[in-house]
């Protein structure tokens, strides 16, 4: 019975993980993001769920619902047009929490930058890395 807790898609280091990650990145709910949408209209409180299914954001099932790392919004509170760019180039095998351990781990390509902080700065070069991590996959 013990082992049975273990069996899950999320082990207990996994679950370890993702709390440190949530509170290194901030994340945003389905409120949060709609909140911080500057043009946001009171009809469309479920924006961050369209961006999500259109690819322009990265998606964390986190604690049973939907989070969203804030280092992918600009000021006001749009997708930064990167992510999306990003987010198509990555290995369509890797899982949401993949994609956001792949992108804020430093990289020896980006001279030990992470490639978040290369989207936020509009750095183009992150694309051609993203699509080289399907190469590291298949390794």
């Not at 500057?38 to 986190?62: E, F, M």
């Not at 930064?80 to 804020?104: D, G, H, I, S, Y």
Request: with cysteine; aromatic share 10%.
């Amino acid at each position: 019975m013990y082992l049975h807790s273990f069996e899950g898609h999320c082990s207990a280091v996994n679950d370890i993980r993702m709390d440190d990650f949530a509170l290194e990145y901030p994340l945003l709910d389905d409120a949060g993001v709609h909140a911080q949408w500057q043009n946001g209209s009171w009809q469309i409180t479920r924006i961050a769920d369209i961006w999500t299914r259109t690819g322009k954001v990265l998606s964390l099932p986190y604690k049973g619902a939907n989070a969203y790392p804030s280092f992918q919004f600009a000021e006001d509170g749009t997708p930064l047009p990167l992510m999306e760019k990003v987010l198509k180039a990555l290995p369509r095998e890797m899982t949401p929490w993949q994609c956001a351990f792949w992108l804020t781990s430093p990289k020896l390509e980006l001279g030990g930058e992470s490639p978040a902080i290369r989207i936020q700065t509009g750095d183009d070069c992150i694309v051609d890395i993203a699509g080289e991590a399907g190469c590291l996959m298949a390794a």
